[in-house]
């Protein structure tokens, strides 16, 4: 009953995607009002409609109803609830289901923010996102049906998830804060369709697509994020990111989103680089689209690619239509657009070409990626020959372009609208670079490499402009009104609340620059044979074996080795590294134990243990700064978070920013 039920609810929304599309789009041609409201209803049902599915597909597997074929190849009776809930994005065609609801959900959120905007750009926007739409629930009812009952006799237990998703709570909200991220990028996609469309581009669209892949960006941002987090968390090997394909295809459109939110600062600000503008909205939907082939297509060897699958070719196919759509969209009507651009005539000093450079290394860095990522594929693909391009390739071009973009970071808010003399922009720019000099000296006495001087260096650019710029606005409130700091800054961050919620953006990444620096540069590592009883020196630790011991749950057998820190006065804590056994699983599955602090994470992993327990070889790391790194990053997503609700009468950046237009207030504008 559940699969005729749950294919009935996909063949709905596909329906309803299919008439909803074409009334878009006819009633943006036409400028027709019928047609409109005939768009606004089918997105409201292909909305409902994937979220129901998705709820109902949640029950089966709740209720353990193996006659569903997804079910039994996921689900498992032993298997603890918050494990069968994640279940969904487990495999294949529950993913590919989830990725319907995401969008689903986001089409129904949009459907009402464009109630009170120009009705031909909401019609082909709506008309945009249901052909998105129509293609993931062709997916879902066709080749990826996770609804298919279960062929030959029904089992009475399944093998349960991967164990790999098994092994850590943070697999509950990564994966779907990284589906909010990547399927809601289409959004933006749709909005700078529509634009190209008509032919126009008003400012209050133009907000409404910045506010969208905002919130895109924020929540791709936590996804990468807790991804990284899990990694550390899960897999043993002492890092958070390897650059792995699957790493890469998260991180392309962050890139490309990053650009945009930057360039469309420019473009509402200065009246310029639209066109450039809505390429990158529209190329980091592409690349979403591309990260979802790379990690659900099977093309890649990946701990993020949980099945084989046959959507591949089907999926490459709709990303080359949404490609060939896009380039004809942008050659065709970019001239329209463009026609009212307001001329280019910034100097080189000034916060134009800081934004316009800034956008060139983040798009430069998303091209690096992207050959790396694609080299060994197209490289097989002609030759037949496998080859591999790893950490090396990625550190050597990626680590110039960041240290670029953190010394702009600080260059381009330091800098006026307009061109400036190169004297005043001396006299904006001194004391950072007193900073980043101080920066730098601070990690040659740490005896750093040179690229890690180099981040150091531009964090402390970075981070004296920010901090400036988060106070000056309050220090003028302070010294005009007498009111106190702490009281004059919650003033004005509630009336600019873009502005300085682009500023913690700023400091986040800042943060983790330097967690990145220092962990990657401080980190040590070696294997410790131990014997029960056996105490031993690490790095000012002092650790005891403790002994072995079994764990048994019903999805697992856990071997767990106990290790005590000690100090001068006794135990200052215990770490257990495990190594776990699943009945689906030949190789067991190592969970190490870390102790976190501020200033450094002690790491160990469980490498090997002897058949009777009385002896083992862990593996231990003492990682600086690691702690910073989770904070950074969570400081960004509530800085893009605070951006997202401007409130209240802006307020002048400083008293030596540009003159500001009646109706655009620069300090309301986000940083970031």
């Not at 990522?373 to 080859?387: G, Q, S, V």
């Not at 970071?409 to 004391?431: C, D, E, I, K, Q």
Request: charged fraction near 15%; glycine fraction near 10%; aromatic fraction near 10%.
């Amino acid at each position: 009953m559940i699969s005729l039920i749950g294919r009935t609810l996909v063949l709905a929304a596909l329906g309803a995607c299919a008439v909803g599309a074409v009334s878009g789009f006819v009633g943006g041609a036409r400028r027709d009002a019928d047609a409109l409201r005939i768009t606004r209803f089918m997105a409201n049902a292909f909305g409902a409609l994937m979220v129901a599915a998705t709820l109902l597909m949640e029950w089966a597997l709740v209720t353990h109803d193996f006659s569903v074929s997804y079910v039994a190849a996921v689900g498992s009776l032993s298997t603890p609830l918050h494990i069968t809930l994640v279940s969904l994005w487990s495999s294949l065609n529950g993913s590919i289901l989830f990725w319907g609801c995401v969008l689903g959900g986001g089409t129904l959120a949009f459907t009402r923010h464009v109630k009170e905007h120009d009705p031909q750009h909401a019609s082909y926007a709506l008309g945009s996102l249901l052909s998105v739409g129509l293609f993931f629930a062709f997916l879902v009812a066709g080749i990826a049906n996770p609804f298919a009952p279960t062929e030959g006799l029904i089992p009475t237990d399944g093998p349960g998830p991967n164990p790999l998703l098994q092994n850590h709570l943070l697999m509950i909200i990564h994966p779907p804060s990284l589906y909010l991220g990547y399927v809601l990028m289409a959004v933006p996609y749709a909005m700078a369709a529509a634009a190209l469309l008509a032919g126009r581009l008003e400012a209050t669209w133009m907000r409404l697509l910045r506010r969208w892949m905002l919130f895109a960006w924020a929540f791709l941002s936590l996804g990468i994020l807790l991804g990284g987090w899990w990694s550390y968390e899960v897999l043993g090997w002492g890092g958070y990111w390897a650059w792995d394909p699957v790493e890469n295809a998260s991180f392309m459109p962050w890139l490309t989103a990053t650009a945009f939110l930057h360039s469309a600062m420019v473009m509402e600000r200065q009246g310029q680089l639209k066109g450039w503008t809505l390429t990158l909205a529209m190329s980091t939907f592409l690349l979403t689209l591309l990260g979802t082939f790379m990690t659900r297509s099977g093309v890649f060897n990946s701990v993020h690619s949980f099945t084989q699958s046959s959507i591949g070719p089907v999926f490459l196919g709709f990303i080359a239509l949404v490609l060939i759509a896009s380039v004809v969209l942008l050659a065709a009507r970019l001239d329209a657009l463009t026609a009212n651009d307001k001329a280019t005539e910034d100097g080189v000093v000034s916060r134009e070409s800081a934004f316009l450079l800034n956008n060139l290394l983040f798009v430069a860095f998303t091209f690096t990626v992207l050959l790396g990522t694609l080299f060994p594929l197209i490289k097989e693909a002609l030759t037949e020959e496998r080859i591999s391009v790893g950490e090396p390739y990625f550190n050597r071009m990626s680590l110039p372009v960041c240290v670029g973009i953190l010394f702009l970071m600080g260059v381009g808010p330091s800098l006026p609208w307009g061109n400036t003399s190169g004297a005043r922009a001396w006299s904006r720019l001194r004391l950072p670079l007193r900073a980043a000099a101080a920066g730098a000296v601070l990690g040659a006495v740490l005896q750093a490499g040179p690229w890690a001087i180099a981040t150091f260096a531009g964090a402390a650019f970075a981070l004296v402009v920010t901090v400036h710029e988060l106070l000056e606005p309050a220090q003028a409130r302070v010294s005009s009104l007498g009111e106190s700091l702490p009281k004059a800054f919650l003033a004005y961050a509630a009336r600019a609340r873009q502005r300085v919620g682009g500023y913690i953006v700023h400091l986040g990444v800042i943060i983790c620059a330097v967690s990145i620096a220092a962990s990657s540069t401080f980190k040590v590592q070696r294997d410790l044979p131990l014997a029960v009883g056996q105490e031993v020196a690490f790095e000012g630790y002092r650790l005891r074996f403790e002994g072995m011991r079994t764990e048994t749950e019903p999805h697992r057998t856990a071997q767990v080795a106990t290790v005590a820190i000690l100090g001068p006065s006794g135990t200052l804590g215990v770490l257990e590294p495990k190594m776990n056994h699943y009945k689906q699983m030949r190789e067991p599955i190592g969970t190490p134990a870390v102790r976190s602090g501020l200033k450094e994470d002690l790491y160990l992993s469980l490498v090997r243990v002897s058949a009777d327990g009385a002896t083992a070889s862990v593996r231990a790391m003492v990682e600086p700064m690691v702690a910073w790194l989770w904070f950074g990053g969570l400081v960004m997503f509530g800085g893009a978070l605070f951006s997202l609700w401007p409130r209240g009468r802006a307020v002048v950046a400083s008293p030596s920013a540009a003159p500001v237009d009646a109706t655009v207030d620069a300090a309301a504008r986000p940083a970031k």
